[in-house]
T-cell receptor, first 115, second 114 residues
Framework: AQSVTQPDIHITVSEGASLELRCNYS??????LFWYVQSPGQGLQLLLK??????LVQGIKGFEAEFKRSQSSFNLRKPSVHWSDAAEYFC?????????????FGTGTRLTIIP | GAGVSQSPRYKVAKRGQDVALRCDPI?????LFWYQQALGQGPEFLTY????????KSGLPSDRFFAERPEGSVSTLKIQRTQQEDSAVYLC????????????FGQGTRLTVV
């Protein structure tokens, strides 16, 4: 069965500092990997996705993620965070890229930004 | 509308009451998903429709949960005889099957069972 682990429940970083959120997955075949962001009272917004090809994926809002098959990881990074990045971040894995398959989500990482 | 719309945004139900949660997907989107998000957890899959056909309901936690999409557009998630453990945010997502790789999520309905 597929699963996702986000080892960090809560991370606090200073505005302008770099950020890395960890994600490890377990999946028997080639995974399709996603990062979503959820602001309070809001639904999930897709930041970026990986299906194949270049293992470094660029997303919206200046985020990027790197797929490392050997480590079963798909960590999210941003070189300089802004106060508006404070939110909950979810990593997810799915069996296909056609939007018609269910996703398995991690438990999320809450990001706090301090001035 | 421009996005996935869910109603009501908040629902308080007494234990044992039946509730119905509505999802209006993006126009033309073939696929529709329901997820349950408990407090402090990630979303968990409940069920999936392609048009009016419910292709996967493996995530529904009990036979008290029922979902339908009779005309392949609006969907309703019904929970009968609500229990406290049903308290969660219920998220709906839709996608255009056939090339699109993104499912768009609604803002969710927060259900509190008291």
């Amino acid at each position: 069965a597929q699963s996702v682990t986000q080892p960090d429940i809560h991370i606090t970083v200073s505005e302008g500092a770099s950020l890395e959120l960890r994600c490890n997955y377990s999946y028997g075949a080639t995974p399709y990997l996603f990062w979503y962001v959820q602001s309070p009272g809001q639904g999930l917004q897709l930041l970026l996705k990986y299906f194949s090809g270049d293992t470094l994926v660029q997303g919206i809002k200046g985020f990027e993620a790197e797929f490392k098959r050997s480590q079963s990881s798909f960590n999210l990074r941003k070189p300089s965070v802004h106060w508006s990045d404070a939110a909950e971040y979810f990593c997810a894995v799915g069996p296909s890229n056609f939007g018609n398959e269910k996703l398995t989500f991690g438990t999320g990482t809450r990001l706090t930004i301090i001035p | 509308g421009a996005g996935v719309s869910q109603s009501p945004r908040y629902k308080v139900a007494k234990r044992g009451q039946d509730v119905a949660l509505r999802c209006d997907p993006i126009s033309g989107h073939v696929s529709l998903f329901w997820y349950q998000q408990a407090l402090g957890q990630g979303p968990e899959f409940l069920t999936y429709f392609q048009n009016e056909a419910q292709l996967d309901k493996s995530g529904l936690p009990s036979d008290r949960f029922f979902a339908e999409r009779p005309e392949g557009s609006v969907s309703t998630l019904k929970i009968q005889r609500t229990q406290q453990e049903d308290s969660a945010v219920y998220l709906c997502a839709s996608s255009f099957t056939g090339g699109s790789t993104e499912a768009f999520f609604g803002q969710g309905t927060r259900l509190t069972v008291v």
